[in-house]
């Protein structure tokens, strides 16, 4: 270990509760963006008060939404690493599953509970202990630039991020990124994620009536719930496959390098039958299949809304039925392409009177190349840091803003590093943060700081 990295570790083992403290109030908030209200502006402006309290000059911007928070301080390189996170939050119902109240912070069993301890406002103040490490190794001037970029509407799609980025590009300039979220999975291995899929949100709404009929009259009055149904079966196989025509025109496969990260990544498939007690995956997959398919675009039923749901039985024929939906897309689909190449199959298929409603917080896929310099410097000195071989998985199933940054700002790599490990309950009650996960995350973040701006 070089004396500079003996320098970080014993700074952060000698400040670590001060930063879990700093999470403790930022966590304090009930920033649920979902929910909205003046607690979004006093998180916002928490959040401006730490990164000025941490050597950042910090400006608020408004938005047609919520503030976003920027913090930039100047290094000795001309290179700038730029750090994405968010400071709005998941709703933490069902309220009763906490075992402590989830805007309270609690410090039990050498984790943190509270509601953002993971996702993501302990991902941001161990970034902001990383660097405050990397700046006092290097006699308080930092390797390379840093801009943070933190926002407030991440858990709803992050809808004008991506025009806010447009109208700063001077000011976000940067040569590569550390996207929000990261850690290291069941097995203890830090894993560096260089991808997400993009996704399109879709409503199918159903109308074969102007009110509810009694279910006596079924052999002759449209069902809504039955007329969903047939539309739905003609959207996906069983197996799987999306039947819109020209669905994969533009889809990318996987190339040779990223299937060559997916094999020598660990095998989730135990985990997964473990974890949710799965008895057959989708089209049957197994073994490495099963990591291979983030590369095969969904088409998801998020919930289905007809006719009456109480207690007992209620004999009506629905008149209204809808579904929600998302289709998870991969490189270079485009969400607004596959909307209308869906309204087009309904109209192929004969089901005009269906209407199909775009969703807010459409994203757009977006990955970095495997090969990139900056994804070895985070895997060598995660391994330096866990002592555990680092995995690259090319891309995941979820969704990020990724590509609003990315592509604007030069095609720049983006890669993940963080706090979180297997059971940090991310998005469920119980949330928390390990305090061995943040201060090791703040270990292997400020070595990529401090190597950052030689690449």
């Known amino acids: 270990m070089s004396q500079k990295a003996e320098q970080i570790d014993s700074f952060l083992k000698k400040n670590l509760n001060s930063y879990i403290d700093e999470t ?13 209200g003046p607690v979004m502006r006093e998180c916002a402006d928490t959040v401006a008060r730490t990164l000025l309290r941490h050597g950042f000059e910090t400006q608020t911007f408004e938005t047609p939404g ?20 968010h ?21 039990r069993d050498g984790a943190l509970y509270a509601r953002g301890a993971k996702d993501d406002k302990g991902e941001m103040m161990a970034r902001i202990a990383a660097v405050d490490a990397a700046r006092e190794a290097n006699g308080g001037a930092l390797p390379c630039g840093i801009t943070f970029v933190v926002e407030g509407e991440e858990e709803m799609g992050s809808p004008y991020i991506a025009q806010f980025v447009l109208d700063h590009l001077d000011l976000l300039k940067s040569h590569g990124a550390i996207w929000e979220e990261g850690g290291i999975d069941h097995q203890g291995h830090p894993v560096n994620l260089l991808g997400a899929r993009g996704v399109l949100k879709v409503e199918l709404v159903a109308e074969t009536m102007s009110m ?43 190339s040779e390098l990223d299937l060559k990260f997916i094999d020598e990544a660990t095998q989730t498939e ?54 929600k939906m998302d289709f998870r897309l991969v490189p270079d689909q485009d969400p607004d392409d596959i909307f209308e190449k869906l309204c087009a199959h309904l109209k192929e298929k004969g089901f005009d009177d269906v209407i199909a409603t775009k969703g807010k917080g459409r994203m757009w ?30 891309m995941n199933g979820g969704s990020s803003p990724v590509y609003a940054f ?6 720049i790599p983006v890669v993940r590093a963080g706090v979180g490990y297997a059971n940090s309950r991310t998005h469920a009650p119980d949330e928390n943060v390990r305090l061995i996960d943040f201060e090791n995350a703040a270990r292997h973040i400020a070595r990529i700081v401090e190597g950052f701006g030689e690449i």
């Open 212 to 254: 509810d009929a009694h279910s006596g009259s079924a052999h002759n009055l449209p069902n809504a719930a039955w007329r969903l149904i047939e539309v739905l079966t003609t959207l996906r196989s069983f197996d799987g496959k999306i039947l819109i025509r020209g669905f994969y025109d533009d889809a990318k496969p996987p």
């Open 365 to 394: 896929p977006y990955k970095a190349s495997p090969d990139n310099p900056f994804v070895e410097l985070t895997s060598r000195t995660a391994e330096e840091v866990y002592q555990k071989r680092a995995i690259i998985r090319p």
């Open 66 to 85: 919520n503030p976003v928070v920027v913090g930039r301080a100047k290094g000795k390189s001309e290179r700038t690493l730029l750090f994405y996170n």
């Open 270 to 323: 135990p985990w997964l039958r473990e974890k949710y007690n799965v008895r057959q995956f989708v089209g049957g997959l197994s073994g490495k299949d099963i990591e291979r398919a983030v590369f095969n675009p969904t088409c998801n039923i998020q919930g289905i809304i007809a006719g009456y749901n109480g207690e007992g039985s209620k004999t009506v024929i629905p008149c209204r039925a809808s579904v």
């Open 87 to 107: 400071y709005d939050v998941q709703p933490p119902e069902p309220l009763e599953l906490w075992t402590t109240p989830p805007f309270e912070p609690t410090v």
């Open 24 to 36: 403790i109030e930022l966590c304090k908030h009930p920033s649920i963006s979902a929910q909205g």
């Open 406 to 411: 990315a592509k604007p700002l030069g095609g």
